[in-house]
């Protein structure tokens, strides 16, 4: 599960070798600040990124992510709008976390490969 809280490391991309090549990308959301990018932040560069490369596809937005009510023991209905990828496929909203880093390359995924994030989630989806 994803920690929310981290400390920030804006230079987390360039010391990593496996992440320097999202420096590139991401140094306009990450290298100005010395304290977390806001999910509006994550939501214009993503955005930004998508019209360039997938304008075709819907709007996308980082939303905060709300945790799901237990679910009774009895068997219910799943609402599938409450789940992790109905939230991205019915809304084109991405539920994240504030001050997390599995949520900031996340943002910077979803800028680079905007066709395959929403095709992952789509099948996803579409698999519940």
Not at 26 to 42: F, I
Request: glycine share 4%.
């Amino acid at each position: 599960m994803p920690k929310s809280g981290q400390l920030y490391d804006r230079h987390v991309l360039q010391r990593s070798a496996l992440l320097r090549d999202f420096w590139a990308l991401g140094e306009p959301l990450v290298a100005g600040s010395s304290t977390w990018p806001t999910l509006e932040q994550y939501t214009a560069f993503a955005e930004r990124e998508r019209r360039a490369r997938a304008p075709e596809l819907p709007e996308v937005r980082f939303a905060p992510f709300a945790p799901r009510q237990r679910r009774p023991r009895r068997r219910v209905a799943l609402d599938l709008g409450e789940l992790y990828d109905g939230q991205i496929v019915m809304l084109g909203q991405v539920p994240c976390l504030e001050s997390s880093y599995h949520d900031l390359f996340n943002a910077l995924v979803w800028a680079a490969f905007p066709r395959s994030k929403r095709a992952i989630h789509l099948r996803q989806f579409r698999a519940l």
